[in-house]
């Protein structure tokens, strides 16, 4: 086969990337004190916007504000009073680490684990690189 034509094909292969710049944005958390605790009423429907499992940005969560997380129902229950700026600059930070493309920038991507490691492919533009289990 001739370059020109390995090219078109190649080129045929690559997922459509739309050239409209969709702004993402992350829904900002809902929630309120109780004594000590903080409890978040719209937790899942943020996971739900960044398309990720919950259990994953709990972990998140937990690790970087030192405070440990409980679910019952619908709620995310802190151990400990928690701004919610403070929350969302988390969740900022976890869009950042685990959501977005470096390549492209888009939303567009999953989380894949190979043997022990896990990888963000890109659905937009194909890419993937590994990432912090």
């Known amino acids: 086969m001739k370059y020109e ?8 292969k690559l997922p459509d990337v739309s050239a409209q710049k969709a702004r ?6 809902r929630g309120h004190f109780q004594g000590n605790k903080t409890i978040l009423s719209n937790f899942y429907q943020i996971a739900a916007a960044l398309n990720r499992k919950p259990e994953h940005i709990i972990k998140f969560l937990t690790k970087e504000l030192a ?4 679910q019952k129902k619908n709620y995310i229950f802190l151990g400990t009073k928690v701004p919610a700026s403070r929350i969302n600059e988390q969740i900022e930070k976890y869009a950042e680490e685990y959501v977005l493309c470096k390549e492209c920038g888009k939303p567009d991507t999953k989380l894949v684990k190979e043997d022990r490691y896990l990888f963000i492919k890109c659905l937009a533009c194909g890419s993937r690189r590994s990432i912090n289990a």
């Open 67 to 70: 405070t440990p997380a409980t």
């Open 5 to 12: 034509n390995l090219l078109k094909e190649a080129y045929n």
């Open 24 to 29: 993402f944005e992350i829904p900002k958390i």
